[in-house]
Every structure is written in C-alpha cells, then in structure tokens.
C-alpha cells in the first residue's frame, strides 16, 4: 500500500478558476439526465451539419471547452502551459477523423509531422497520438484486415497492395520525425474490424524505430478478449526481433458499437462477457508490463481510479521509480483530474491527452465524451461529486 490519494480535490482542481469549475458542473449535471445525451448526440452532428451559428456557439463554449483544447494548433499553447505549472504534461492529439480520399491523408500526414515538430519546442509534450484511419481509407483497412495475406503476395490485390504501401509510407514519414525530435507516437486503436492492419503497420514501425528506446507505441483494448494474449504475443515478438515493445492499456470506447455488429453479422463478439472480465485482464496486462519493464514501455491510459492505484502500488511494491522512463499515465482531458493532478503532485510522470481541431471535425470524439459520461452511475457522478466537493471547499475557505 502507499499514501498515493485521489480524493484531493483542491489539487485536482486548482488549475481551474470558479468559473471553469462552474462551466464543468453544469455540463456534467446535464449529462447526467437520462434523456438529455442520447438526444443530443443524434441531434448535435446533424444541426452542426447546417452550419447554425448559434449552435455552434453554444458547443464551442460548453462540451468543445471541457473536453478539447482549441481548434488550432496554437490555441492549445496557454493549456499546455498552464498545465506544465502542476508538472502535468501533454499527449497532443490532432483530432480529426472520417476524412476521406489521397490528398486528405496527405494532409493529415503533414499535420501529424507540424505537431511532432511543435511538441519538440515544448517543454511537457513527450507524445503525440495518430489514428489510422486519419491516413488510410476504411474500404482499405478492411480489406487488408480480412485478407491478413494480402502483402506476402498469395492474394491477387495488386491496387490494394499498392494503396497499403502508400499508407505505410505516411506512417514511416511520421514516425522518422518522431524519432529525430524523440517524441513519442501513440496509435490509437479503433474498431475491431480494421485494427488487424493498424497492429500489423504498428509492430513494423516498432521494429524500425524502437531499438534504442520506445518511440511508438500500440494501442491495446483490454475489453477485448484476446488482447491479453496479443500483449504476451506483441512482446515475443519484440524479444525475438529485438525492440522496446511500446503499449498503451486501454479498455476501449466502442463496446456497443461492437456487439451490435457483432450480432447484426452473426459473429461471435471480440467484446468480453462482462465488465469484471474487462478490468481483470487490464489489471493483469498492467502487471505483465511492469514485470517486463526491461524491454516495455507502456502507458497506463485510464479513468479507473482502482487500476491506477494498482499501477502505483505494483510500481512499488517492486521498488521502481515514480517517473520511470518506461511508465507514462494518461487521462483524457477535461476527465478524472483528481487522478492526474494527484499523480502529478506525486512525481509519476502523468499527461492529459488533448485534443485540437475544428469543431465540426471534433464531433465524433466529442460524441464519444458525452456518451460515456451520461451514465449517473459511472464516470460522471463520480466526476460530479468531485466538482462539488471542491466548490464547497472554496466557498469555506473564502469565508
Ligand atoms: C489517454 C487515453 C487514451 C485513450 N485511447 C483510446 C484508444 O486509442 N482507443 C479506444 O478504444 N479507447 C481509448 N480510450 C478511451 C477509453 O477506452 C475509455 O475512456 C475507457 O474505456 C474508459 O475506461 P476506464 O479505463 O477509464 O475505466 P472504467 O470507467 O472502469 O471502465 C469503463 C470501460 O469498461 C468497459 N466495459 C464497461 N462495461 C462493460 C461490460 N459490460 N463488458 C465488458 N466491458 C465493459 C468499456 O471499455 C468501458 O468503456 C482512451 C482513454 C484514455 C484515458
């Protein structure tokens, strides 16, 4: 056991003034209510669609505030700041998704090169994240996910082979500037059906840029049942071929999304049976990875106050240092501030993962945010309460 607390709320929350305190309250009061996120979420994507300014406006100044830090690269610059006062750092995650076509991944190569070059001028942003799926059409990520043989040549998909190639390419530019600058680059997971791809491309720039120290990092989804053997499987092959094996533990964002399909299609589900099996195998892959320190650098990307603990507790209960170079917490910004401002206070190295873009892009990931924090029994009664606690704490000591 160690004296480690997320219960101090005026460490969590002394970066934010009464009013963002405020703003905060309001919004999670509000996605508290059982038929308010459910509406929102199909009605938002679709006003912002006809471009109404005022609902615009109003996105910009609640959800997009709390949860991402400005729509330009530049904007996030005073949060990073502010955050690197309370010794917490960045994850700067340039958060488009969903566009499509050559000249868009282009784009999105290039911006994912701008921002590894600006997170090199900046004292506390160590890492970046990429999807995927930012650089590389759907259609095709598919394809090469049902088809795992097609690059050795047995299948006859000349066209898609050749795209793949290109999407590898843009993958290889990022991650060479990456490891010139020595920020790291997280690839997010996404969706069972076209994570085959992303793991495979991962595990190839690992090879090629991870032999000195972790420069990229996968991403594995522990609420998915066969993730704690392709953790034992990633770190074989890191052995065998001679790499840090770099990995971030998440449970995972799409569970409904997955089993829907899963049982539209008539597919066993890749989703665990139940919750307690979800934070079983995290908890254990967060145990492997800190028995195997030596060759794995992981990060510890989580809202679950138990894992994060647990994390702390294995940390020393085998005598590790709290800011390991192999050991990065990370939680997702405008989230579980009382776990990262705490860990932060007591030097584990910790960041809040941000993302920026333009509002209409932003969407989907804002979606996303809302949907988890709707249930009064999760996340946001316990982020709630939180708020609470550190108003109430103000208001005494101001009297
Ligand atoms: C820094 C950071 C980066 C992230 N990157 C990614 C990413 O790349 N890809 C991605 O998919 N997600 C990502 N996430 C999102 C993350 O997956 C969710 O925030 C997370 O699932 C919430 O879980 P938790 O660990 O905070 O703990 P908890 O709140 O304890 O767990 C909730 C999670 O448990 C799982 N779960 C809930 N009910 C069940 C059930 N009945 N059966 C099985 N499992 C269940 C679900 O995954 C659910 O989200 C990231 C989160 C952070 C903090």
């Not at 703003?23 to 999670?28: A, D, P, T």
């Not at 459910?38 to 109404?52: I, N, S, Y």
């Not at 967060?286 to 894992?307: G, M, Q, R, T």
Request: aromatic share 10%; net charge negative; with cysteine.
């Amino acid at each position: 056991m160690n004296d480690l607390s997320f219960d101090n709320v005026e460490n969590a929350f002394a970066y934010k003034t009464d009013k963002d305190l405020k703003l905060s309250h309001f919004l999670f009061n509000t996605m508290g209510y059982p038929l308010f996120v459910p509406v929102a979420t199909r009605a938002t994507p679709l006003l912002m669609k006809f471009g109404l300014p005022m609902v615009n406006k109003l996105v910009q100044r609640t959800i997009f505030k709390q949860f991402v830090g400005g729509e330009t690269l530049a904007a996030t610059a005073p949060l990073a700041a502010l955050l690197d006062k309370y010794n917490v750092k960045v994850i700067l995650d340039y958060g488009i998704e969903g566009k499509e076509g050559n000249e868009n991944y282009e784009k999105a190569t290039e911006e994912f090169i701008n921002v590894i070059r600006y997170a090199a001028s900046q004292p506390n942003i160590p890492f970046i994240s990429v999807k995927v799926s930012a650089i590389a059409s759907n259609e095709l990520m598919q394809t090469m996910n049902d088809a795992p043989r097609l690059r050795s040549g047995i299948h006859d998909h000349e066209e898609e082979e050749a795209a793949w190639d290109e999407v590898a390419d843009r993958m290889y530019r990022i991650c060479e500037e990456a490891a010139k600058y020595k920020i790291g680059v997280v690839v997010d997971a996404e969706e069972s059906w076209f994570q085959d791809p992303i793991d495979r491309l991962t595990i190839e720039m690992m090879e090629e840029f991870n032999k000195e120290e972790a420069i990229v990092y996968n991403t594995l989804q522990l609420y998915r049942h066969d993730r704690l053997d392709f953790l034992k499987l990633s770190h074989k092959i890191a052995e065998q071929r001679g790499f840090i094996l770099g990995v971030k533990l998440v449970r995972g964002a799409y569970m409904e999304k997955e089993r829907a399909r899963a049982s539209q299609r008539g597919y066993p589900s890749p989703i665990q049976p139940d919750k307690e099996s979800t934070d079983r195998d995290y908890d254990a892959a967060l145990k492997y990875c800190i028995d195997n320190l030596k060759n794995i650098a992981f990060v510890v990307a989580s809202h679950n106050e138990k894992s994060n603990l647990l994390a702390t507790e294995l940390m020393e209960a085998k005598g590790v240092e709290h800011n390991h170079p192999h050991i990065h917490f990370s939680q997702l910004y405008g989230m579980s501030d009382n776990i990262s401002f705490n860990l932060a206070k007591a030097d584990y190295s910790v960041s809040k993962y941000l993302p920026f873009g333009p509002i209409k892009e932003v969407i989907p990931y804002l979606m996303r945010r809302a949907q988890e924090n709707s249930s009064v029994s999760g996340q946001t009664g316990r982020e709630l309460s939180l708020i609470k606690k550190e108003m109430e704490r103000r208001k005494a000591t101001a009297q």
